[in-house]
């Protein structure tokens, strides 16, 4: 239901793409390798990463787990991203802070 929301009126497939660069340069920015996330939760995502095939939800799903990121706000900040409300470089602040505030609460 989030997921068609944030995403009416759009190109779904440029969606996932942007939220796969997203998850890519967030990995890179928490210094995971692609071999240490598929030891970790077994998702390969060297095709998906290069745009070769798109993820199913439950895989988006997994990852922002493991990230630490919420789906929710990674699908808002995609949408801002593309409408050009904020920059890539407000979607990680945005990332982190939720983070942040995600540790703590543990």
Known sequence: ????????????????????????????????????????????????????????IITILSLCDFYGLTFDSLLKSAEAVDRGSISIGGFFEMAERSRQLAIGSH
């Open 1 to 56: 239901m989030i997921l068609c929301f944030i995403m009416k009126n759009q190109n779904r497939k440029n969606q996932i793409e942007l939220i796969c660069q997203f998850l890519k340069i967030w990995r890179r920015s928490q210094n995971i390798s692609q071999q240490l996330l598929y030891n970790k939760i077994g998702i390969d995502v060297s095709n998906y990463e290069n745009g070769k095939c798109l993820p199913g």
